[in-house]
Every structure is written in C-alpha cells, then in structure tokens.
C-alpha cells in the first residue's frame, strides 16, 4: 500500500515563504515521478498544476502561475519531495496534494496514481 503524506503548509503574509514536503511510504520511491497539484478555494473541481519532477530528478516543469517563484526537488533515501515557494501571493491560497506516477512526468492530473490528503497554504495580504 503506498501512502503519501504532505505536511509544511501554514499562513504566510504575502512575500512570504513556506516548504512544503511529501513522504512517500510503502511504494518504490526511486522509481516515481512526483508531482504537486492545488485546489483553491471554491475550485474544488479543478487540480491545478504546480510543478513536477521525474523519477531521476533531472526532469522538472512547472506551472505558469508558479514559474520562477516555487522549486520543486527530491530526495530519494528519505523518500521525500519538497515544493519550496517563494513570493507567495493571496492567489497562492490553496490545498496542495502531491502525487506519484512511475517515472516519468504529467502535467495531468488524471496520470497519477496515488496521492495524499493534502495540506492548506494561506496566504494574506
């Protein structure tokens, strides 16, 4: 069975930053790509995409809102996967999930195959 659990979300004032983190258990973390998604606020239909990294971790995308201001990065002997944002904007506010698929990136939500409950960013202005 593979768990994923996100945690390191917060309130932040604008131009603010936080890290997030996702660990990965029960799974072959090595072999995953990773990704972050969010839901804002009355979108709960709609996962937007943040910014993914493939299974050997030269491979990274991001969304346009997020471009230059979040890094994501791995680190494959404690399973984990981080999304480092920066600049943070009331527009950042959101639950953010990440998600496994083997190997190799999408910016689809639909690719992925597990994900975690997720953990809220706020940000105020």
């Known amino acids: 069975q593979v768990h994923l659990g996100e945690s390191g979300g917060g309130l932040v004032q604008r131009g603010g930053s936080l890290k997030l983190s996702c660990v990965v258990s029960?799974?072959?973390?090595?072999?995953?790509?990773m990704a972050w998604f969010r839901q804002a606020p009355g979108k709960e239909r709609e996962r937007e995409f943040v910014?993914?990294?493939?299974?050997?971790?030269?491979?990274?995308h991001y969304g346009d809102a997020v471009k230059g201001r979040f890094t994501i990065s791995r680190h494959d002997v404690l399973n984990t996967v981080y999304l480092q944002m920066d600049s943070l904007q009331p527009e950042d506010t959101a639950r953010y999930y990440c998600?496994?698929?083997?190997?190799?990136?999408?910016?689809?939500?639909?690719?992925?195959?597990?994900w975690g409950k997720g953990t809220s960013v706020t940000v105020s202005s």
């Open positions: 998600a496994s698929r083997y190997y190799y990136e999408d910016q689809n939500p639909d690719a992925y195959d597990y």
């Open positions: 029960g799974g072959a973390f090595a072999d995953y790509a």
């Open positions: 910014a993914s990294i493939n299974f050997s971790g030269n491979g990274k």
